[in-house]
């Protein structure tokens, strides 16, 4: 089994939070490698809470550890913000038609 193979498979154990599934499964790992003893993993995730890249970099961390050859992780996380609809600003005119016939 390749070293990339190794990480992966640690990090398929790692469930995205407030999901079932895991990261490698949803697509949120973009590489993992390995540099020397060191594991390098770029993820990209989507979300509003700041709490959750802390929490995989901890998970990811705690993952790794357990794998053989590797010494040290660097994880780079890069957050994007869910695109949602923005609810009405105050004061902001809202259209209401009404007819009478």
Known sequence: MSSEQSILNALS???YPGFSRDIVSFGLVRSAELVGDKAVIKLAITT???????QLKKEVEAALSGVNGIAGAE???AVTKPKSSAP???GAQTSQHTSSL
Do not use: L, N, Y
Request: hydrophobic share 30%; aromatic share 0%.
């Open 13 to 15: 154990r790692i469930k």
């Open 88 to 90: 009405p600003q105050p």
């Open 48 to 54: 509003s809470d700041p709490k959750v890249p802390a």
């Open 75 to 77: 994880i780079e996380i």
